[in-house]
């Protein structure tokens, strides 16, 4: 789930586990959704998205899930390595407007 | 090729001063977004420049302001600073307006003493 205030959310893993890093959205008008990774310091950097006429997308070891019944976007990451440390966020959009971000997951990877 | 680019990389201030952050985006990218991250927090979008025009707002005061160049460049300014604006201000850009895929520079790092 989404946090309040300062404390985010944290998911801790062992490397090589696969992870899934959820996501309620809220706007059931939204029809593109998309995933950042966010590294101490930097800016975020794009991961995949998905548009609302598919439930699955799949790129390098990633995977996003929508569930648009009960607004739901999951981020799989297989085989997960110490560099996928990061805060991830998900961020959600109507066509032609502008992103909606959600207060982001920290991932942990234990080597 | 190079990506979003933005400047200074550190910026102090006092109460009551202006500050102006710049960005760059991708070559062929018309449109431009900030957003500002305070300590912890989400993103929260503030503005979105597309070929020179402002497109939307997020729910900031009118002190937050900026503006697009002839170049797709942009300025950020924020006036009458005050302390809870210290944050991360990011800027992205997309290809065109209407397309999604944002893509983020490294962002400027606004301390308000």
């Known amino acids: 789930g989404e946090s309040v205030g300062l404390h985010l959310p944290t998911l801790s893993v062992q490397e090589g586990d696969n992870s899934i890093i959820n996501c309620a959205y809220s706007?059931?008008?939204?029809?593109?959704f998309i995933w950042y990774k966010q590294e101490s310091g930097k800016g975020p950097q794009f991961i995949i998205d998905?548009?609302?006429?598919?439930d699955k997308r799949q790129g390098q070891r990633v995977t996003v899930l929508l569930n648009k019944t009960v607004k739901h976007l999951s981020l799989q990451i297989a085989a997960t390595q110490p560099g996928d440390s990061a805060v991830y966020f998900c961020?959600?959009?109507?066509?032609?407007?502008?992103?909606?971000f959600g207060k982001g997951t920290m991932l942990l990877v234990s080597p | 090729e190079a990506g979003v680019t933005q400047s200074p990389t550190h910026l102090i201030k006092t109460r009551g001063q202006q500050a102006t952050l710049r960005c760059s985006p991708i070559?062929?990218?018309?449109?431009v977004y900030w957003y500002q991250q305070a300590l912890g927090l989400g993103l929260q979008f503030l503005l979105w420049?597309?070929?020179?025009?402002?497109?939307n707002r997020g729910n900031f005061p009118p002190r937050f302001s900026g503006r697009q160049f002839p170049n797709y460049s942009s300025e950020l300014n924020v006036n009458a600073l005050e302390l809870e604006d210290s944050a991360l201000y990011l800027c992205?850009?997309?290809?065109?307006?209407?397309?999604?895929?944002?893509?983020f520079g490294p962002g400027t790092r606004l301390l308000v003493l």
């Open positions: 961020a959600e959009s109507p066509a032609y407007s502008t992103l909606t």
């Open positions: 992205a850009s997309s290809l065109e307006a209407g397309l999604e895929t944002q893509y």
């Open positions: 420049y597309d070929e020179g025009e402002e497109r």
């Open positions: 706007n059931s008008a939204s029809d593109y």
């Open positions: 070559s062929g990218h018309t449109s």
């Open positions: 998905i548009r609302s006429n598919m």
